[in-house]
């Protein structure tokens, strides 16, 4: 009777363990499943830039080779597109953020008539699908007047960039300006700093990680953007154009190495920020 | 002594056509003058109609409750505001309308307002390195600076790593070295502890001391006020209710409101009922200064500090009553006492082991000494 007793608690006790296990994995459980299924399709693309296709069309895992990243610009088309791309972003990202970093400047430090509707507007873009965006810059653009002068191409794209990141730029900046200390411009005039001097000794180097923010936000923002693109390129191809032109057609494995690039330069440059932080925490902390 | 009448804070807009007794010297060596400035925010009156004058290398101080305007008389002279009416001169110079970058002033402001990006040396270094000192002097002006204000070894830190005093400190150094004309100082230790504020309370007198420069210092504070001051202005809403050393706003308050903003005071109403007589409401007739006076007549109040009265009869002006209330507070003993006039506070200084009455409701008659009366206008602390 005892030892039924005995192996009766032994078996409540095992399921109580268990249960335990459980609880105290479950959450980790959850979200590797979830990791795993935002991971799975980079995992897919990285995988297939290996891959060897038979046809046109990369979708049938065939074997491994290293051809498509020794060969990564061996496809017509793709290195002048990848080169756009780049060229665009960059230019749009400076522009984007030298203008959204005076915008978000104004938009804290002074209070002028048209302020709020300005507020409202630089949200526009963010809030408008990009179907419309790019439509109805391509009425603008089509317009004769305006084609006369600029045509579809280079700097229809630009613009159009420079415009939607403009929004993300002026975002990025202003919150940094919220939490800035006045006194500090202040406390500068008052050593003997003119305007200029204040801006770039005091200003500047304490919104920099803001604008480096703004920056890198508004080249992946343009580097990936398609849809409006697509409206205002005209003969120009973009690295997203390319992949859409091509992916009806198949696409070529190459798309798959530019893709995993893009990837690992990303996370290499989160991975280093985190790196950067945390050494800063322990150096502040170490006093 | 006793007739020395306070300075009036407001002076006549114009110090041309001196009149004999007006003392030309004290005008040549006013390092800041303030002439009629007013500052309006919107609706706001922060400062109203503002005349002051500040010696050469005096410790000066505004007192006053938060937001009556020291902050902004502060900022118009450092050149932050601008005044809406006004002229402000430092030395000769008409000052108003130029930045602050282009005034012989520095600040150390509430916050501190160092920079979190420069190290200490750096942040000392700023104001030598705008007005173009190089190398080797930059470094030994921010080094002595450093060493006068106590913190020699931390060149190399980042503002965030030093504690409040330390950043205090630097704040100092940061302006001070720049040997401005003018330092001006808003509530420089507010934001810290109290055993740290006493100590910076003496420094900083010391530094001043050191360097003499003149120093313009703002608080709410009129214990630090009194510390550290040469002379100070008491501030109500916007206007200067009174100007004068420690001393004088203490013993001989012009209005109730300094009266009650610099320590504890006792203020009986009454009429005057002579030159140097005053009949309190319910109560007996006393003798005060005539310089006290001053010319008033018909309602005024008496004022007596508590450490003044005596609890025996031997002075002239006397009032009896009965304690009602006492508190033994180690230095001295604090009674309150009610009389017709209605409740008085006394201190009486435990000089001797057990002295004093410590039971309640014994009749004691208070006397004081007629030289150590003031009256003002009425009991009111008319925010005018
Ligand atoms: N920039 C400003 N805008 C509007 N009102 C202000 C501004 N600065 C100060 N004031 C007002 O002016 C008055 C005096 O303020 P301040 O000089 O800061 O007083 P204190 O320093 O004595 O506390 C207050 O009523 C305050 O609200
Ligand atoms: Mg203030």
Redesign the interface.
Known sequence: MSAIAVSAARRSQDLAAAWAFVRRHVLTVYAMLGFAYLMLPIGFVIAFSFNHPQGRFNYVWNGFTFDNWKHWDGVPGLRSALVLSIEIGLLASLLATALGTLIALALVRYRFRARGATNILIFLPLSTPEIVLGASLLTLFGNRQISNVIQLGFWTILIAHVMFCISFAVVTIKARLIGF?R??E?????????EW?TFT??TL??IAPAILASMLLCFAVSVDDFVVTYFNAGPRVTFPVFVWNSARVGAPPQVNVIGSVIFIVAVTGMVANVLVQIRRQRS?AT? | MGESIVLSAVREPQTQAPPVESTPARVKTADVRLVGVTKRFDDVVAVDDLSLEIERGSFFALLGPSGCGKTTTLRMI???EQPTEGEIFLGDREVSGL???KRD???V?Q?Y?????LSVLENVA??LR??GVKGKDVQTRVRDMLRIVGLEGLEG?RP??LSGGQQQRVALA??LV?RPRVLLLDEPLGALDLKLRKQMQLELKGIQHEVGITFIHVTHDQEEAMTMADRIAVMNAGRIEQLGTPTELYETPQTAYVAGFLGVSNLIAGTVAGPDRVRLHGGPEVRVPPAALAGRSGEVAVGIRPEKIDLSGEHENRIDGRVVESAYIGVATQYVVETPCGRLIVYSQNTQPGSGPSARDHATTLSWNPESTFVVNSMEEEPK
């Open positions: 200390d006194h500090l202040e406390a500068a005039m008052d050593l003997g700093a003119n001097a000794k005091v180097p304490l502040a006093v | 450092g050149g932050f930045p602050s970058y002033v520095n600040t402001f916050s307002a160092l920079f979190p990006h700023f104001g705008r007005r830190r965030r790593q940061r302006a720049n």
